[in-house]
């Protein structure tokens, strides 16, 4: 490895957490300095309104919030967005397709969107919903809930041992088969066999996602 990779990997790890470290103004530099090897996303810029939103809280970039895109992207991959003043506020999935242009998964420029990040984001929601519905209720629940769960246009329902999967948005849904693949490993750790998966995704928002209705199995198909 190259040394500029190794000081940038521990520029990383300190930026990671600078919160707990570094006062503000140090934060800012810090990533900045981050921000100036290239990373491999397109890039959204996006005007001021778009900007508070997004620091406010809101999971999406509309269209029309857009300035410009530099780099090429393909719909339902990953893209950066960033303020008009080149400050960096997060990624997520895009697709020209959709009014929503992005749907932010992340805001931290450490994340890299492998098996390990989606692990982590599933393993939350599901320690989450054991907490506040323990016993006999987390038989029955809905485990993953969308910009809830900082997993946008998903939503997965657990009845016992099957969980029933809808799909409303293209990035994530280029990835569901990953991801119910990953949420079986999460809960088999804790002695829970899913038995089958059923995709419903049915809801007509999938067309101006660019994406046909659609209901069946995921997997092997199994009795109700």
């Given amino acids: 490895?190259?040394?500029?990779?190794?000081?940038?990997?521990?520029?990383?790890?300190?930026?990671?957490?600078?919160?707990?470290l570094l006062p503000?103004?140090?934060?800012?530099?810090?990533?900045?300095?981050?921000?100036?090897?290239?990373?491999?996303?397109?890039?959204?810029?996006?005007?001021?309104k778009a900007e508070r939103s997004l620091r406010a809280g809101h999971p999406w970039v509309y269209g029309e919030e857009v300035t410009h895109i530099e780099g090429e992207y393909e719909n339902g991959g990953i893209a950066d967005v960033f303020t008009s003043k080149n400050r960096y506020l997060g990624s997520g999935f895009i697709n020209d397709h959709s009014r929503i242009l992005v749907r932010v998964i992340s805001n931290n420029t450490n994340d890299r969107f492998d098996d390990a990040f989606f692990e982590r984001r599933l393993r939350y929601a599901v320690d989450y919903r054991r907490t506040v519905m323990p016993g006999d209720d987390f038989k029955c629940c809905r485990l993953i809930f969308g910009e809830a769960d900082f997993l946008p246009g998903l939503t997965v329902d657990k009845y016992e041992d099957v969980l029933v999967v809808e799909s409303l948005a293209l990035g994530i849904d280029r990835m569901k088969e990953q991801i119910i693949g990953?949420?079986?490993?999460?809960?088999?750790?804790?002695?829970?066999?899913?038995?089958?998966?059923?995709?419903?995704?049915?809801?007509?928002?999938r067309k101006k996602e660019g994406l046909p209705l659609h209901k069946g199995f995921i997997g092997p198909e199994f009795d109700p």
Avoid: H, T, W
Avoid at 32 to 45: D, L, N, S, T
């Fill in 24 to 48: 503000l103004q140090y934060q800012i530099y810090l990533m900045e300095i981050i921000m100036a090897k290239p990373r491999q996303f397109p890039v959204v810029y996006i005007n001021e």
């Fill in 182 to 205: 990953l949420i079986k490993e999460v809960l088999a750790e804790d002695g829970i066999i899913i038995r089958g998966v059923y995709e419903r995704s049915e809801a007509r928002v």
């Fill in 1 to 20: 490895m190259r040394s500029y990779d190794l000081i940038y990997d521990f520029l990383r790890v300190l930026c990671y957490n600078a919160e707990y």
